[in-house]
């Protein structure tokens, strides 16, 4: 659980209490670590809280209480069963969209608004926090990004998630079709899905809803897309050159490899689908040496990372970029970070309302 900080500095303080009158909240702390009670983070198992700063696999990871993901769907039949698919299905939806919208929101938002609001949050959050905050936010890289093709264990995604915030990754892409989650099992640990990306305050997420509509929607934003798969055409990860030009296959071209990639890792038990594999720009494999045929996907995933990590080490060209973020992209994710740092929603809102400064609706909704 994220504490506050005590804050040392009497002028702070006083600035606090100045702008914090009358709205029904203590003055005596300013504060330093994420919403402690966010109504994403309340889902608990016996060890605690689900906390992104500290986070290790539960007995059962995939039906990890934390997640959501430990109350079995039951159903005397397989009418009642159709029944609970069709009430995920609308549950995913709604999901989806309010992920969306939240995305779609920060990506529209007017950068003035966002420095205001910046400056009045600011004074709110103590100054180790907003080092931190800067520090990560400097290390980001928007060149390459993930996506994860229906992805059936939750603690699998958090894990990977968590990594990926650790190696610099801001933007990630989930595919949840709710058609490829039909068993009891798989039914409630999609449930977990959605828990694990509501969480996710320091990533950003988009959900789409087949991997049709991610594959179109990531070419027409042109990346490249490397799929992690066992295919016997596959390339050892090991033997891609990130930094020279690559043949387009798809009109004989030579195209600039400098293009943004997307790495798309595939489902624990099926791996990718066809549709993912034929529409791939370049599938890859992770090298493995003893009798395991594949690794877990929180493993190959780190792997991956920690390839692509050595890969940028020695120079600007690698597929790790950090610090290649817009100027807007890092004030807004410098926003949220203040926002995501203020225990309370209500006390942000009647902050900013104070100085005039009213958010849109789906980016007060973190």
Known sequence: ?????????????????????????????????????????????????????????????????????????????????????????????????QLNSQ?????????????????????????DRVNRIESVLKKRTRHTRFLFENPVNPSNVWACLRTMDSFGIQYVDVVINSGRYQGKAA?????????????????????????????????????LIYASDLNPSSVDIRKIDWARLVNDVDDGLDVDHDRPICIVMGNEERGISEEMRSNADLTFTLPMSGFAESFNLSVATAI?????????????????????????????LF??????????????????????IELPEDVKQL
């Not at 926003?335 to 005039?356: D, F, H, V, W």
Request: proline share 2%; glycine share 6%.
């Open 1 to 97: 659980m994220f504490a506050s900080n005590v804050c040392s500095s009497f002028t702070l303080i006083r600035h606090f209490r100045h702008h914090a009158s009358g709205l029904g909240v203590s003055s005596s702390r300013l504060y330093g670590g994420s919403r402690s009670k966010s109504r994403r983070t309340k889902t608990t198992d016996d060890s605690g809280e689900l906390s992104w700063d500290n986070f290790e696999f539960g007995d059962s990871p995939k039906w990890d209480r934390r997640f959501d993901a430990s109350a079995t769907v039951v159903a005397a039949n397989e009418e009642e069963l159709e029944a609970i698919r069709q009430e995920e299905a609308i549950q995913d939806k709604q999901s989806a969209r």
């Open 103 to 127: 995305y779609e929101a920060w990506e529209r938002i007017d950068h003035n608004l966002v420095q205001r609001s910046t400056n009045v949050l600011r004074p709110f959050v103590n100054d």
């Open 187 to 223: 039914l409630s640990q999609k449930r977990g899905m959605r828990t694990a990306m509501g969480s996710a305050q320091w990533i950003t997420l988009r959900n789409h809803a087949s991997t049709e509509q991610a594959i179109e929607t990531l070419k027409q934003e042109g990346f």
């Open 304 to 332: 991956t990372l920690a390839h692509l990590s050595a890969a940028s080490s020695s120079g600007t060209r690698g597929p790790l970029r950090p610090g290649d973020l817009s100027k807007k992209e890092y004030d807004s």
């Open 335 to 356: 926003l949220k970070g203040l926002i995501n740092s203020i225990p309370q929603q209500r006390m942000t809102i009647a902050l900013l309302k104070q100085q005039g």
